[in-house]
Nanobody, 124 residues
Framework: QVQLVESGGGLVQAGGSLTLSCAAS????????MGWFRQAPGKEREIVAG????????YYVDSVKGRFTISRDNARNTVYLQMTRLKPEDTGVYYC?????????????????WGQGTQVTVSS
């Protein structure tokens, strides 16, 4: 079992930056691929970024490439999402998720553990 707690969300102006953190419990964290998802009002949840167990492989959805960076610190059981040049369309609830795979994945069904989410609002 893995429990995930996100933090770092908030209100920011367009063009600004935020860094989200996801603290994980459980000794298996360092073996799991991790991902960040988001859900905008009235829309389905979508994956934003994925990272493999070591942090050596990362994937991003096209809309955030060059602006967002996913990283992890296995010694601290934490995964991060650094978001820069934020746009109003980045607004939504951001979720951290863990997959029992060790390789990075952008397939939502391959994630098995979820945090409660943190709200990110980007004003224009």
């Amino acid at each position: 079992q893995v429990q995930l707690v996100e933090s770092g969300g908030g209100l920011v102006q367009a063009g600004g930056s935020l860094t989200l953190s996801c603290a994980a419990s459980g000794r298996a964290f360092s073996m799991y691929a991790m991902g960040w998802f988001r859900q905008a009002p009235g829309k389905e949840r979508e994956i934003v970024a994925g990272i493999n167990w070591s942090g050596g492989t990362t994937y991003y959805v096209d809309s955030v490439k060059g602006r967002f960076t996913i990283s992890r610190d296995n010694a601290r059981n934490t995964v991060y999402l650094q978001m820069t040049r934020l746009k109003p369309e980045d607004t939504g609830v951001y979720y951290c998720a863990a997959s029992t795979r060790s390789t990075a994945t952008m397939i939502g069904d391959e994630y098995h553990y979820w945090g409660q989410g943190t709200q990110v609002t980007v004003s224009s």
